[in-house]
């Protein structure tokens, strides 16, 4: 690996960055042309005709091109779209706990006409999702495509803050990591379009979901839960993201959605074009290309404190698909993204570079039921390689300056350079079982080949002070196999998961140091067993309850095996951490308890879970010397544990007139680690979040205050560097206006104000600064704008 950088590591980001702006020029507006339009009534219902509250409704041309504003449905189950230009659309409803809904309508110039839409309630699966049979699940938390839109975030994990049961740890100006119910790093796996990603450093400012520009995020999918077996392996909560979805064989050749906005405080300016359409005969060959470009600088926090936050990120991505016979897509997709300078104070060091490609070939059949005598109803099969090149530095960190009272007292230039490399693939077949069993099997696998080291001279002669191997080769290889089968028991729904891996994991070699601790032999082996069960049953008319069981076991990864005095992620603290490649795996087994009732005036979902951790994977204190002196003491070891969990959400919703819907959550979290018999690592407070959607009908405008309410948590691990952190309150406001929403061509208006009390406050999960030990506040007041032509 190389650790010195050139001036051509910069030739991407120029070339993406000209090409962004180049685009951005090159697609004026067009003017609309005057045409008839009209008006449609739509009336969403049950089957019993009860009416189907905050559905969402879309209206898309012959073309599959979106025309209007997605409309929701208010408590009479009602919503207007128009004006929309005269002739034939399709109508698209979509409502969680119902299958989605496509009817045709036609609108007539002039005139509104009424359309009525029957949702049947789905079968809802609370456990194993599977990728080639989605299904609707009120514990797989789901964010769509104008969600993320709506929210305006610069990473898309900065959206997982407003779910329930959901928080990020900040890393850097663009990076934060998912925690999903006290779970964190590995723990959860997380996957850009199926394919397995990792970090590339041990310290993880490069987190999985900062790979992927926020525009060009389809939907994200969370799996808060031992259920994701089907996924991949060892996944004890699981995160989802698609990108760039194909579309449909009937789109117009060339469609074109360009975004551009900017956000005050924190400098922040982004620019996105995407494009996507479908040629050949009867859209044979279908492409979707996506563009982006963003870039901030240091923000105030509300106390007035200036916090380091310079980031610039420049990311090109693709997919085509091609139609093979009657039922199948060959598809090909392609990314690659450079982030650049990105300073935070909660890391010892910078971030120089991160440069992420991902290459990946997929081949789906989709077969209609009812086709032929074969039992096969779908196969996906898939190839990926993933690949993280990474340079940390100190250029702007107190340590790149001479200090008589620190050891060294010299001037010292570190720089840490890291990569992972991530080859898998994954395949599935689902299938109609006997006895009305339908059944999922598959298989998959990924070898991930990680590599660190870290180089230290003096700034002032340019002398070597010392050279460090942080991962020495090091690599894991997991291949496993699934069954998951559903099937109807009277009105109830029964789903089984179980899944076996085979791990294997080695590395080629290690620092002095590491041998010296835990001898030359890093060889492991492993098999482990994972199940889960779900059981949904409609106890009433409006009320469904269902239980899920489930146990996951996760084999340690890279960072908790074979690093030499890394700075790792999992705690507040930046200490070093030194690994163990005798740590067994961890296995976590959860009983989760689902409730959900719908009412026309009200909709209620409340979830609650207990989870016990056998060989816990968790930090202990050491009498270790540190192998940077500027690093806080102690040195803390993994090791293996037991902790307990337990917690839960409760979200409620409700139309408050026609204009205005209300909803807010509220979540709870209580972790115990046993072994060191105290708190566990990194439990979030109580939150609460209360939301006001105001949208009249018949019009292109929106407006959303929302509040949000954190706890003080004083239950922290203080044997492992965790402060307390205060409570806190902010407020957002957020609004939209789209203009010419009655054509093929629109233009949305989004602005706002978050944090608009300029509230001082810390998140609870993010790291101390790592030169003092001061907490990192959050932005303050921070106003915004947004503009996205659909050309």
Do not use: C
């Amino acid at each position: 690996m190389t650790h010195r950088i050139t001036g051509s590591r910069r030739a991407p980001l120029r070339v993406l960055r000209g090409i962004a702006l180049l685009l951005l020029f090159a697609f004026p507006l067009a003017g609309q042309s005057a045409q008839p339009t009209g008006h449609l009534a739509v009336t969403v219902s049950e089957p019993a005709l009860a009416p189907v509250i905050g559905a969402r409704v879309r209206a898309r041309l012959v073309s599959g091109v979106a025309v209007g504003s997605v409309v929701f449905t208010r408590a009479t189950g009602r919503a207007l779209l128009g004006p929309l230009p005269a002739g034939s659309v399709t109508l698209e409803v979509v409502a969680t706990g119902y299958h989605a809904g496509m009817v045709s309508a036609t609108v007539v110039a002039g005139d509104t006409t009424e359309v009525s839409v029957i949702l049947v309630p789905s079968v809802q699966d609370l456990g194993t999702i599977s990728v080639v049979a989605r299904r609707d699940d009120v514990r797989e938390l789901r964010v769509d495509r104008e969600q993320i839109a709506s929210r305006t975030p610069h990473d898309p994990a900065d959206i997982l803050r407003e779910l329930p049961g959901t928080d990020v740890m900040r890393r850097g100006g663009t990076a934060a990591d998912p925690v999903v119910r006290g779970l964190r790093d590995t723990q959860i796996g997380v996957y850009v379009d199926a394919a397995r990603t990792f970090p590339g450093g041990p310290a993880g400012m490069d987190t999985p979901m900062s790979h992927v520009d926020p525009a060009h995020v389809q939907e994200i999918q969370v799996l808060a839960g031992p259920y994701a077996l089907t996924w991949g392996a060892g996944n004890l909560s699981a995160i989802r993201m698609t990108t760039l979805p194909l579309p449909s064989s009937g789109s117009a050749p060339l469609r074109g959605r360009l975004t551009t906005g900017y956000d005050d405080n924190i400098g922040a300016y982004e620019a996105a074009l995407g494009l996507d359409g479908a040629v050949g005969t009867t859209g044979a060959v279908r492409y979707a290309l996506g563009g982006a470009y963003r870039q901030g600088s240091d923000y105030t926090a509300g106390d007035g404190t200036i916090v380091p936050g310079d980031f610039t990120s420049a990311e090109g991505r693709g997919r085509v698909g091609i139609r093979t016979g009657d039922h199948g897509t060959l598809g090909f997709l392609g990314s690659y993204q450079a982030q650049r300078d990105i300073d935070y104070p909660g890391r010892p060091l910078d971030a120089d570079f991160f440069n992420t490609y991902h290459l990946q070939a997929e081949w789906s059949l989709r077969r209609p039921a009812g086709l032929g005598s074969s039992r096969l109803r779908d196969l996906d099969i898939m190839a990926y390689v993933y690949d993280v090149d990474h340079l940390m530095d100190n250029d702007e960190k107190p340590t790149a300056l001479p200090d008589p009272g620190r050891m060294p007292p010299f001037a010292t230039d570190v720089r840490t350079g890291a990569g992972v490399q991530v080859l898998g693939g994954r395949f599935a077949a689902r299938m109609a079982g006997p006895a009305n069993w339908e059944v999922e099997v598959g298989g998959d696998i990924y070898h991930a080949d990680h590599d660190a080291s870290r180089e230290v001279d003096r700034r002032d002669t340019g002398a070597p002070v010392r050279r460090d191997l942080i991962w020495g080769g090091a690599w894991i290889r997991d291949a496993g196999v699934f069954v998951r089968a559903t099937r109807a028991v009277g009105r109830a729904e029964l789903a089984m998961a179980a899944r076996m891996d085979v791990v294997r994991a080695d590395a080629d070699t290690a620092s002095p140091f590491f041998i010296a601790q835990h001898g030359n032999d890093f060889t492991s082996s492993e098999t482990n067993w994972s199940g889960a069960v779900t059981l949904r049953v409609p106890v009433a008319p409006r009320w469904t309850v269902t239980g899920g069981l489930g146990s996951v076991v996760r084999t340690a990864e890279a960072n908790e095996r074979f690093s030499d005095r890394a700075a790792a992620k999992r705690a507040q603290t930046n200490a070093e951490f030194l690994g163990d490649p005798a740590l067994r795996p961890e296995r976590s087994t959860q009983a989760d308890l689902w409730v959900e009732a719908r009412y026309p005036r009200l909709q209620v979902r409340a979830s609650a879970f207990v989870r016990r951790m056998d060989d816990y994977i968790t930090l202990a204190a050491t009498d270790l010397p540190r192998a940077m002196p500027g690093s806080p003491p102690p040195v803390f070891r993994f090791i293996n544990g037991e902790a307990v969990y337990h917690g839960g959400d409760l979200t409620l919703a409700s139309p408050v007139s026609e204009a205005i819907t209300a909803s807010g959550s509220v979540s709870y979290l209580y972790g115990q680690d046993r072994t060191l018999d105290e708190p566990a690592l990194g439990v979030t407070p109580v939150r609460a979040d209360l939301r006001l959607r105001i949208a009249p009908v018949g019009t292109d405008w929106f407006l959303e205050p929302a509040l949000h309410v954190a706890a003080r948590q004083e239950r922290v691990a203080t044997t492992r560097g965790e402060l307390a952190t205060p409570g806190w309150t902010t407020v957002d406001l957020v609004g939209g206006y789209r203009l010419w929403s009655g054509s093929a061509r629109s233009v949305l208006l989004q602005g706002g104000v978050r944090n608009v009390l300029d509230a001082a406050y810390v998140m609870h999960l993010t790291a101390r600064n790592a030169f003092g030990g001061g907490r990192i506040p959050e932005p303050g007041r921070i106003v915004f704008a947004r503009i996205t032509a659909t050309l």
